[in-house]
């Protein structure tokens, strides 16, 4: 009864100073805007778990981007404000935000594929963020897409499940969206797919809230998690994050609910679209920033299983406690630390470690971001999963024929740490060792980006090497919806022993870059 009480006080007194707030972004421009803002002001503030809460406002004034030297034009006719300055749809008063605009990739290569096809990427949608009052943050997104990929993605996705395969025509999903369907009665690498997320939250203090949707997260501060990623396809959730102590203690539960592409029913039964085997997972994370150039975390993930597909079979999934456990109903727990430091207000070292404790896998990374100038960006890290097991609760067979990604030969799909077949974490998934160089430099409104990659895949003898190079530039044409237009190229060569795969993808695009897209596999 107290706690109730206590919440009813909460909701009951207005938030001092905030105004409308809503989540921070998580696509390739917005970000590092966001990152270098947080810097800049010394405010104590976790960002290991993202999303976190921001003001609205700022948000789109930090999208801006503008300098002491420089300030973007505003226009006075209602076309050219929306093309360049505003977003498409804009409400703001006291009590109400709303921002909306559409969403697309029109990309187009200058490659074609096996059968004489142009690779492409068609995509629309849109996208909307809100406010009511000082308490209430809602969004939605929706893209529906089409897709002829470069060689090495359709390699990719089939590694994931292929629907021209008669043997199992049920699986299939695209990294970072879910499942694909041909979109032409041909049995060809024609890919058709959508993505929708959404959310409502309420934020109980400046960086407390509570949270319910359908969405990502990301937990650390490199560009690839061994936690839990973006790179994954959204799933169902519920959060409570909380901030103590001056922001300096914080403590996130996340309760998800994830599926594995194997039908509940037989293909034959009367509703072909039967519901697939659902898996239960909590995500819990307790990070300590006594400084704002200082931090670490304690991270604990495990994945439930689910009875009769409709609930946990534990009782223990719903408590919001995390690390100790009983063990009933767990199939996978992974522990793991999260840390960074920042030794120079332009330098910042990170890193994770991590280890699955069922089957005893491991993983870690390092890595260094450096801003030495203004909009300029340099990144190194690396990853090692070397355990073929990192992801699965059992250890494989090692005898058996080794596949480099992203499930390996002796061990069933549910075994895994993932959610549509895509790994949670790292999205390569297991026994890879991968180095990594990014680039990143905007003046004004271009921007120009570099990225190397260089991978080992496949246990325990490493059987393909990879080496990814893109490189992208581009110019800005509205700051808060990303509508920009980018060329770019990727060559991406994989060895595996004698035999040498090379890809070559030349791009045009015009596209609004709000989620991270990941092509580098």
């Not at 190397?452 to 581009?474: C, I, N, W």
């Not at 994989?494 to 993808?505: I, P, V």
Request: aromatic content about 14%.
């Amino acid at each position: 009864m107290r706690g109730i009480i206590g919440l009813l006080i909460i909701f009951s007194c207005p938030l001092i100073g905030q105004t409308q707030v809503g989540s921070s972004p998580s696509n390739p421009i917005h970000t590092p805007l966001v990152q270098r803002h947080i810097a800049q002001s010394e405010e104590i503030r976790q960002t290991a778990f993202a999303p976190y809460l921001l003001p609205i406002e700022q948000l789109d004034s930090i999208y801006n981007a503008d300098t002491k030297n420089w300030k973007r034009k505003e226009h006075d006719s209602w076309v050219m404000k929306k093309m360049r300055n505003e977003h498409l749809i804009e409400v703001s008063t006291k009590d109400f935000v709303l921002k909306g605009d559409a969403v697309f990739n029109l990309e187009a290569a200058r490659q074609a594929d096996g059968q004489g096809r142009r690779m492409h990427t068609n995509s629309r949608g849109y996208s909307f963020t809100g406010a009511i009052g000082e308490r209430f943050f809602f969004a939605t997104t929706f893209y529906e897409n089409q897709s002829i990929f470069p060689n090495y993605m359709d390699s990719v996705v089939s590694a994931r499940g292929d629907f021209n395969d008669p043997a199992d025509p049920e699986r299939g999903s695209i990294p970072g969206y879910g499942r694909w369907k041909p979109f032409n009665t041909s049995q060809s690498y024609d890919y058709d797919y959508t993505l929708g997320t959404g959310y409502i939250g309420v934020a109980l203090s400046k960086q407390s809230f509570v949270q319910f949707g359908h969405d990502k997260q990301f937990i650390g501060y490199g560009y690839r998690s061994l936690f839990l990623s973006d790179a994954s396809a959204p799933y169902t959730f519920l959060r409570l994050h909380g901030s103590f102590f001056k922001n300096k203690l914080t403590y996130t539960t996340t309760w998800a609910v994830l599926q594995y592409l194997e039908r509940v029913a037989p293909v034959n039964y009367n509703s072909k679209e039967a519901m697939f085997r659902r898996l239960g997972a909590r995500f819990s994370y307790l990070h300590f920033q006594p400084k704002h150039w200082v931090g670490i975390g304690l991270f604990d993930g495990s994945t439930w299983d689910w009875r009769r597909n409709s609930h946990p079979s534990s009782i223990e999934y719903y408590s919001p406690h995390a690390f100790l456990y009983s063990e009933n109903g767990i199939r996978n727990h992974i522990l793991g630390m999260n840390a960074h430091i920042d030794p120079l207000k332009f330098a910042s070292l990170y890193g994770q470690v991590a280890l699955n404790t069922r089957s005893g896998g491991n993983g870690y990374q390092i890595g260094l971001k450096l801003s030495p100038a203004t909009g300029f960006q340099v990144q190194l890290e690396y990853n090692d999963i070397s355990s073929a097991f990192y992801y699965s609760s059992k250890e494989p067979n090692l005898n058996s024929i080794i596949v480099t990604e992203p499930f390996q030969a002796g061990t069933l799909t549910q075994d895994y740490y993932q959610h549509n077949d895509q790994s949670l974490g790292h999205p390569i998934g297991t026994s890879v060792q991968e180095l990594l160089v990014r680039v990143n430099y905007r003046f004004r409104d271009l921007f120009v980006s570099g990225a190397y990659h260089s991978m080992r895949k496949g246990q325990p003898t490493f059987l393909a090497t990879v080496d990814y190079f893109q490189f992208e530039g581009g110019y800005i044409i509205n700051p808060k919806s990303n509508a920009s237009i980018a060329i770019g190229n990727i060559n991406r060569t994989e060895r595996n022993g004698a035999s040498a795969m090379l890809d070559t993808y030349t791009y045009i695009a015009f596209r609004t870059s709000l989620l991270n897209r990941y092509l580098d596999f």
